[in-house]
Structures are given as structure tokens and as C-alpha cells.
């Protein structure tokens, strides 16, 4: 079974997809919208994705006309798979609009009869997520030099000027004063984490959890695209799997 698996820039779900895609025995080409591309990298997945895969098709490499969708109608997949599908893809799917790789992708297959599983990031009012590399102001003590900036390979780190910190600030008047702070810089980060063993005070995280809040907007587009013929929404991947493979 060969399936054609898109993926968007939403860091949830995509520690699931990566291994699901190392584990799966079906022959699967993905496709990265750019966000998807820059999201993979951040989180660390996009090579381990790459080597498990039939092929990789990037939106970057696609122009303005995305010819690779010319695929679709000469049967070369069995069934598309957008995973994850940020709430900006739903709410394209949702209306009809194909300007962009992903989009495109699914208007093409639904034309042929291809069916569409897709795997959205606001489908529940209320869910965790785990977030990349991340830098806690409050307990990062602007070392001078900074270890993690020193030993990053990327160049990641940078100082920013623009953040307030709030705990530590014993005036009001205090808190309009801009403090220099240690950033990263997610677009150069490959999640290789040798920042975090650099950092005496704990200050440097990856994955950590957050909760996030879904716009009632975007589960309506959920549902919106769950009511057209020839798409079928899923919770998980374990939904994909015990029906597919």
C-alpha cells in the first residue's frame, strides 16, 4: 500500500508521525509544506523521517504551479494522509482553497477518488502539546560567556533586548526597563539538545509540555471538513492504523 503523507507546520502529533512512519512497513512518500519543513527541523524528526521514507517532496523545491499533484491522477497512491494539519490547512481544506502545496494535494485527490485521512491539531477544545528547544527567562542567568551559546554548532543563540522579567523586580518602575536576555533562534536549531548539558542552572529544555486552547473557529473548520465526502478526520494514528495497514 503506498500512501501519500503530508505534513504541516504544527509541532503537535509530530513525534507520533515520525515514528510511526520508522515503524511502518507501507511504502510512504512525504511532502513538507515549508512550515512542515522548518517544524521537522526544529523538533529534530526531518532526517529520521527522510531515511524512512520512499521519497520527500518539498513544497520549496514545487514553484507556484506544485506539478508533483500531477501524481495523483495516474493512481500512484492508494490514500493520503495530512498529518499533522494545522488549524491554516483545515480551514483551507474546510473552504475550498489550493494555494499551497498541502492544499493542492488534497483537492487533487479528492478529485480522483483518492480517499483523505487527516489528522488535526484542534480538533478538541483543550489538549497537550510538547514545545522544541526552549529557554526558561526566569531561571537563565545571562552568563557571561554562555556556555550553550558557545557550544551550539547552529549559532542558534542570540541575545535579545526586548524581554521583561517579572519575579525578579523589586520596583514598578523597574519593569519598564528592557533586560538583555539568552534567545534561540528555532530556524537555525536542529533539536541536536547539546545546549541542555551545558547549562549548570536547568534553564534549557526540549519537549516540555504546555496546554493549548483550541479558537472556536478552527474546531469548526474540523467539523466543516469532516462533513465532505471522501475526507474522514482521525484522533490519532492508532485510527489509521488498525483501519489501513
Known sequence: M???????GAGQFLPDV????????????????KAGLEVSQMYGVFSRIKKN?????????????????GRLPKNEYDFVVVAPCTANTTAKIAYGIADSLVSNIVA???????????????????????IPINIDIEKCRNCVPCKAMEKCPNSAFFVSDRVWLRQSLRHVSERLKPLSHIRVNLLKCNACRRCIEFCNYKAITFGK????????????????????????VIKNLRDLFSRDE
Open 108 to 130: 487533487q485527490a479528492l478529485k480522483t477518488r483518492i480517499p483523505v485521512y487527516i489528522l488535526p491539531t484542534d480538533a478538541e477544545k483543550m489538549q497537550k502539546t510538547r
Open 18 to 33: 515520525c515514528e510511526f512512519i520508522e515503524n511502518s512497513k507501507l511504502k510512504i512518500t512525504v511532502a513538507f509544506s
Open 2 to 8: 503506498k500512501i501519500l503523507w503530508c505534513i504541516t
Open 53 to 69: 521514507s520512499v521519497d520527500t517532496i518539498l513544497e520549496e523545491t514545487q514553484g507556484a504551479s506544485f506539478p508533483v499533484i
Open 209 to 232: 509540555e504546555i496546554t493549548v486552547h483550541s479558537r472556536k473557529i478552527d474546531m469548526d473548520n474540523v467539523r466543516r471538513i469532516n462533513r465532505v465526502k471522501g475526507i474522514r
